[in-house]
């Protein structure tokens, strides 16, 4: 069925993040910590902190979102996205079913975050969003 679109019914928003290897302590802390937890005033810092974006509570993860899980394996952040898509495209979906329970997505996060640098002076980074779609 081209041109079907899932209703995304949830609120869980999140993004994993990691330091390259030369990123100093400093840089870490300002860039922050954020998992969205406790739901109400979530212990935050740095440009993480709660206070400093717009965030609600999600009651179905019990988190404020959006939230943030650092990514500390050895192997590329962008593998870990690429594998976890791999295994949700090897899912039947039942296309007439506009709310189709998608397994795995919830592993998958909305974006991805390489810090090299995060300070007063200077943010280098690299973002990717998460768009894929299932039509």
């Known amino acids: 069925m ?4 899932f209703n995304v019914t ?3 928003e999140w993004y994993m993040y990691h330091f390259a290897d030369n990123v100093t302590s400093e840089d870490k802390s300002f860039f922050g910590f954020n998992e969205g937890e406790p739901i109400r005033k979530p212990n935050s810092y740095g440009m993480l902190d709660s206070k400093t974006m717009l965030s609600m509570a999600c009651i ?3 988190k404020s979102v959006p939230y943030f899980k650092e990514y500390k394996e050895k192997k590329s952040i962008y593998d870990y996205v690429y594998h976890k898509m791999v295994e949700i495209f090897k899912n039947e979906i039942d296309m007439s ?5 998608i397994q795995g997505l919830e592993d998958v ?5 390489t810090v090299r640098e995060a300070n007063k002076k200077k943010l280098d980074v690299k973002l990717s969003i998460n768009d894929s779609k299932y039509y």
Not at 97 to 101: A, L
């Open 10 to 12: 949830d609120c869980n």
């Open 60 to 62: 179905e993860e019990n």
């Open 109 to 113: 996060p909305d974006g991805s975050i």
């Open 97 to 101: 079913k506009k709310n189709s329970f």
């Open 2 to 5: 081209p041109g079907t679109i």
